[in-house]
């Protein structure tokens, strides 16, 4: 069986990195095949864990629009005589409607939507159409001459991503990251639900919101008390109840359990206070800091500038680099996103 992710062009590698540490840290079996820049299939999935990995792609996942369960993979010509061929009254409950997506295609959506919707109720009785806010979601995605007919099942709620923004949040500082970036981080540190995230910069809890919402533990410190109760303050005021927070400089950081996973955004640039620590050493030093306190097979996902060279300071400590990625932000500012392991 297949999943289809629909997901964010905003930038060219992100999302499927993203999408690709889920399924190693879920240990999904499934191959993955890219068709195009916004456009994924999960491959040979078995009926049973087809369920499951929707919903743990749905509940996770900040970089992907929308998963879908492939019913049929059609193609112009044949597309009216498969839309007949499927089952949909296991698919649709009451009422319907069919959008079409289209990637590097022509095709004309409104009449595909319209055709496909007219089939659709000529096979199945006591269903109707609802174009606002439908209970099932058909979904034709174009890509070229192929046509994947496919059904919505577990809807990934995007709106969370826009509630939570900083500025919406009870204690608000500049310079938290957006939360579709931070919960990208927190995937791509690997981590599951159950376990522990650690922030040793947690600033007004961005991150550790994200983590927490996907079901993990979360523990935050910050050099500046103020910090350290606005996280909680934000976190609790996102739901979030399994959760620690700690005002002390990352140099004296001594965990009371090794942590599954560091997630970060250190401070840098000239409007960020770090503790008196001088330019680039901060991350030298929390560099040394954390290894001590990861978990062996535990991942660190960071921020840092771009003028910042990781790689010498990586492996005087004993870890290694395993992808990074590049977010331009300015003219003068690219934000290198690291993740990194221990190197055993
Ligand atoms: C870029 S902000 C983190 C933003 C955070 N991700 C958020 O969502 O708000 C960096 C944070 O590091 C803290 N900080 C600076 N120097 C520190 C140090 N030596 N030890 C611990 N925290 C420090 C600052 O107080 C600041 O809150």
Redo the contacts with the bound molecule.
Sequence with gaps: MELLCIQSQEHPKLPQGELKAVIECEQMQTNLEVITEGLVILKDISPENLDDYYQILTRRLGYTHEVHQILKTSDISNLNEDILSISWQDYINENFAVRVKRFNSQIDTVAYERKAGSLILEKCDNIKVKLNNPNSLVRLVAFEDVIYVAIEKYHLDKKHFEDIK?HKRPFF?P???SPKL?RCMVNLSRVKAGQLVL?????????LIEAGLIGCRVVG????WK?KNGTAINLEHCGIKDYRTFH????ELKMYEKVASVV?????GIS??????DGDD?FK?FFHSIYDNMADDAYLCMASPHYVDLTPMVDEVGFEIVEQYAIKMHRSLTRIITVIKKSL
């Design positions: 900083p500082y310079g938290s990251m931070a922030d040793p910069f947690c600033g007004t809890g961005g991150i410190s910050d050099v500046n910090m002390l400089d990352v140099r970060t955004d250190p401070p840098y960020t206070s770090t503790g008196d620590i901060i030093e």
